[in-house]
């Protein structure tokens, strides 16, 4: 039996070899064409089970081997590079060397010195040398256990053998274009391109600079994405490209194009030039139409983040062109299909059942209730019914003219479905249902990792919220909104905090700061950045010294890493307030009067840069109807956009806003935002206070009637201010008690400070002690003290402790009438 086996495999083998061959002799004898080296790889992929074939030949260079035409899945995958020396120990450069193929398996390239780092792991390699000697190699790479075996190896000799690449131009000589051609420098931007294709772009000889740009300005704007896949030397990788686009015209539609192209390398990552045609689409076959649909939609999945950005490039690439009436995208969740995107998304559009199930912006369809899209979903299988088909009302009314239901495979299941219904009659060609079928498993893999990417964001969003205040304090005479936006370029926790601190005598501290990095040590430090400065603020420092404490906190913890802050204290009495600036952006202030300022506020090195930095303070003037503005850079600045500019754009916007809507104003100046960075922004309206409370101080001195002082220093200033005579003597009994434990208990200076705010008398004493008095919870009759604290207790409203700079505050609150 084993040697029937054998035997069968060798027939197997033989006619396989023999296939190959003659595919090979086909091509070969054929006339010589630009394609032909592709066609030729791509036999690679069909007989030996390739899954990437690349040719290495020198170039202008004899010390490089550049990669010259590719054909598979991209090289990125493996690690594979544009090009080698050929003096180093690349497998590439040694079998150009020695003239001898090399076979490599996971082991091996393991060892290899050049080999990169790769997502696929599990890989093994073949490099055959081209003829004549010093022409190249041939690469190949499979993913098949055991790597190429002998069947594999007779073909890609033979595929060795066939292969002839043209060789390119020299660098700046392409010599004569056809009418329909270009070749573009992807360095300069410079391109050189035939009178045809000028025509097609309505520009002629004269009207032509020789830019790339003047090109792409006449292009449809929602084509550019995929086009400038391809004309950017980052984006496109080695070997032939095709492409449709729209170009703008002087009157009607736009006119369809369609673009062929290939890179010609000169090296280590950079391609020197894009050759190729530019033709006139509506001339085409249409099934060539939609691999460039396919193309697009995998250009525009390819840079979806999220699941809305999935919906909209699936909407956009099928919709349109197949004249549908409908387009439903939805992920499969348990027995319900969550819908992301409707097209159109008025709910009147849709079926009755669609319409009763839905919750929030997007009905939830019942899989139960539509039998037959739950067969389909088991099938995994596309399925097209024309009109007449009966079908349950929740998909005949999709399609009453044609439905088509395409499950959307992804990871060894389905992630959903997307659902294309026509009103009219529809006839379905075959091209169409190919076309059908290669999106949907686009738009599958694509729905699952926007899915995973949505999850996780969301999931990071959270952590961050958690991090940040759960909601502003009420503020007196000011309203305070906060918005914050994670970045959608990553799934790493932000740095960006901010914060509103509510501090004794009606001030309030304004913060908003910048951990620098993404990742959850930025974010653990933003946290404890933040809890530092509500704390050195509750202690009742001034803003400078609040700042240099945080700056020296930060250089005790030998972090790496370094933030930058805004310290705003506002005193919401007296409408002035103290700016302090760490390496962070300037306030913008909106004035009453509708104009808008940067304030130019000095400021000192980020924290945890110097030891002995300085906090210069900046003060302000804030009239009642003056709205402040902290931010983050993650608003103002963008590759695109200088910071400078983007402060001159936030002031503009601010300046164009209502004010009484802070919320709403928040909303608007996060419009549009840049999402590569988080965003934090902290907006105050200061309206001033409708009642200016009333304050006295009184400093105590340490002398032998220093509790008489303070009585008559109470009783003076109380009647002064009408309060009445039973709160009056309730207020001197809490003064004696207060000083006279500040005085016996501490060392230091004593001061009484007296309030009076909407019938609201507060009655507190300073001293140099951070320890809070202690209440006793029993007293025997012959205890001589401890009955103060009890005392004072009695006969408040209420009472507490405050830090304060180097000590603490003692209060009581008394209220007439209690």
């Given amino acids: 039996m084993a040697n029937v ?8 083998s033989s006619t396989r070899t023999e296939r190959a061959e003659a595919a090979l002799d086909a091509l070969t004898a054929s006339p010589v064409t630009p394609d032909r080296p592709r066609r030729i790889l791509e036999q690679a992929l069909v007989f030996a089970g390739a899954a990437f074939a690349g040719v290495y030949t020198p170039g202008d260079d004899p010390s490089q081997l550049s990669l010259a035409e590719s054909a598979g899945l991209p090289r990125t995958l493996y690690g594979l590079r544009d090009g080698y020396p050929t003096a180093g120990g690349s497998p590439v450069a040694e079998a150009h060397r020695t003239g001898h193929p090399l076979w490599l398996g996971p082991e091996q390239l393991a060892d290899c010195p050049e080999a990169r780092r790769t997502p696929s792991a599990d890989f093994s390699v073949a490099v055959l040398p081209l003829a004549p000697r010093g022409g190249g190699c041939l690469l190949a790479v499979t993913e098949h256990l055991g790597g190429f075996g002998a069947d594999d190896r007779a073909c890609l000799a033979l595929i060795a053998r066939a292969i002839a690449v043209p060789a390119a131009a020299p660098e700046g000589d392409t010599g004569e274009l056809s009418p329909d051609a270009f070749s573009l420098a992807m360095e300069s931007g410079r391109v050189e391109v035939g009178d045809d294709l000028l025509r097609l772009f309505g520009l002629t000889r004269d009207d032509f600079d020789g830019r790339v740009e003047t090109l792409l300005a006449l292009t449809v704007p929602e084509d550019l994405p995929a086009l400038m896949s391809v004309v950017e030397a980052d984006h496109m990788s080695i070997g032939e490209r095709e492409l449709e686009f729209r170009v703008l015209q002087a009157s009607g539609p736009p006119k369809w194009l369609r673009l062929r192209g290939r890179l010609l390398p000169t090296g280590e990552g950079r391609s020197a030039r894009l050759v190729g045609t530019v033709a006139d689409a509506s001339t085409l076959r249409s099934d060539v139409t939609d691999v460039a649909r396919v193309q697009r939609l995998a250009a525009a999945l390819a840079t979806a983040t999220t699941v809305k950005d999935v919906g909209e490039a699936v909407v956009a690439a099928l919709r349109g062109p197949l004249k549908a009436d409908r387009l439903a995208l939805a992920e499969l969740e348990n027995d319900r299909l969550v819908v992301t995107v409707l097209d159109p998304p008025d709910p009147e559009a849709w079926p009755e059942v669609w319409r009763t199930e839905w919750r929030t912006e997007w009905p939830d369809a019942p899989v139960r209730a ?19 088909t009966s079908l349950e009302p929740a998909l005949a009314d999709v399609g009453p003219g044609g439905l088509a239901v395409l499950p959307l495979p992804a990871g060894g299941r389905m992630a959903g479905a997307c659902l294309i219904g026509w009103d009219r009659p529809h006839d379905f060609s075959p091209d169409e249902r190919a076309l059908l079928t290669a999106c949907a498993g686009l738009a599958g893999q694509a729905l699952l990792r926007a899915h995973a990417f949505d999850a996780e964001h969301e999931l990071v969003g959270m952590l961050q919220r958690t991090l940040l205040p759960r909601r502003l304090p009420r503020l007196p005479g000011a309203v305070a909104v906060a918005r914050y936006l994670p970045t959608t370029a990553g799934l790493e926790v932000g740095g960006d905090w901010y914060d509103v601190i509510p501090l004794a005598d009606h001030h309030v501290a304004l913060v908003i700061g910048d951990v620098q990095g993404h990742n959850a040590g930025a974010a653990t430090l933003m946290g404890q950045m933040r809890t530092a400065l509500r704390a050195y603020a509750a202690e009742g420092h001034s803003p400078d010294v609040v700042v240099a404490h945080a700056n020296r906190l930060l250089l005790d913890m030998e972090t790496d890493l370094f933030a930058t802050c805004a310290y705003v204290d506002v005193d919401m009495e007296e409408g002035t307030a103290w700016c302090v600036r760490a390496g962070h952006l300037q306030p913008v202030l909106r004035h009453p009067d509708g104009t808008t300022e940067i304030v130019r506020a000095e400021g000192g090195p980020p924290l945890g840069v110097l030891a002995q930095a300085e906090f210069p303070m900046t003060p302000l003037r804030l009239l009642p109807g003056t709205v402040i503005a902290l931010t983050t850079d993650g608003l103002v600045e963008s590759p695109d956009e200088d910071i400078d500019v983007g402060m001159d754009r936030l002031a503009t916007e601010l300046a164009g806003a209502d004010p009484a809507h802070l919320g709403l104003v928040a909303d608007a100046l ?27 101080s009184w400093t105590v001195w340490r002398v032998p009637e220093a509790v008489r002082h303070a009585r008559r220093f109470t009783r003076r200033t109380l009647r002064t201010w009408g309060v009445s ?13 207060l000083v006279t434990n500040a005085l016996v208990h501490t060392g230091g200076q004593v001061r009484l400070d007296l309030s009076l705010v909407n019938h609201r008398l507060r009655l507190a004493v300073a001293d140099a002690s951070p320890r809070s008095p202690v209440k006793p919870t029993s007293i025997g009759w012959e205890a001589t003290g401890g009955r103060g604290i009890l005392l004072v207790e009695a006969v408040s409203a209420a009472w507490g402790t405050l830090p304060v700079s180097g000590g603490k505050q003692v209060w009581a609150d008394l209220v007439p009438g209690d």
Avoid at 673 to 696: K, Q
């Fill in 5 to 12: 086996v054998r035997s069968e495999g060798t027939a197997v």
């Fill in 370 to 388: 539509m039998p037959t899209l739950a067969a389909a979903l088991r099938e995994g299988r596309s399925r097209i019914w024309p009109a007449g």
């Fill in 725 to 737: 005579p039973d709160t009056l003597e309730t207020a001197l009994l809490v003064v004696s008690e």
């Fill in 670 to 696: 996060l419009t549009g935002a840049h999402r590569d960075d988080d965003v934090a922004l902290l907006l105050m309206r200061y309206d001033g206070m409708a009642v200016r409370p009333l304050r006295e």
